[in-house]
């Protein structure tokens, strides 16, 4: 057990570095449409958890949504606010306030608390119960929300 949790710290480690990495060889509206197609899926994904928690729940389901909600969460997306990515660029639209980029330690506090609710959800929803998934999806969604009433503007 020891050594899967090490080979996927060492793992996850590569996968940031790599992000940053190829985050910057994109132009700005490149990373703007990227983080806000990560976003999206992000958004799906909690779509099918909130329906599965109002409906019949299949534990299945919910799990698979949380854990692409945690591997998007984990996947190093704070590279793709480069410079640049602060203001429209032609018919690409960027809903971030620039606000964020003028408060980084507090944006990564927000991001801290983010991934680990997801990682929490993602936890939880394994172990199947109802419950706990209602809890811990709540939780994630307040971090969502914590972001996105400093830094995201009105559509």
């Not at 710290?9 to 509206?29: I, M, Q």
């Not at 003028?102 to 801290?112: K, T």
Request: a negative charge; hydrophobic letters at 45%; charged letters at 25%.
């Amino acid at each position: 057990m020891k050594r899967m949790l090490a080979s996927s710290a060492v793992g996850l480690a590569a996968v940031v570095l790599a992000s940053a990495a190829f985050a910057s060889d994109l132009k700005p509206e490149e990373q703007i449409q990227i983080r806000q197609a990560g976003y999206s899926f992000m958004g799906w994904n909690m779509g099918k958890i909130k329906a599965n928690l109002q409906g019949e729940y299949n534990a299945d389901q919910v799990s698979a949504a949380a854990n692409t909600i945690a591997a998007i969460a984990n996947s190093g997306m704070g590279a793709l606010y480069g410079p640049g990515t602060d203001k429209d660029i032609g018919d690409v639209k960027t809903y971030v306030k620039p606000e964020l980029f003028e408060n980084m330690e507090d944006v990564g506090r927000l991001a801290h608390d983010f991934v680990a609710a997801a990682d929490n959800l993602a936890s939880v929803a394994d172990g199947g119960d109802k419950a706990a998934v209602k809890s811990a999806f709540g939780d994630l969604g307040a971090a969502c929300k914590a972001c996105h009433k400093k830094y995201r503007a009105d559509d």
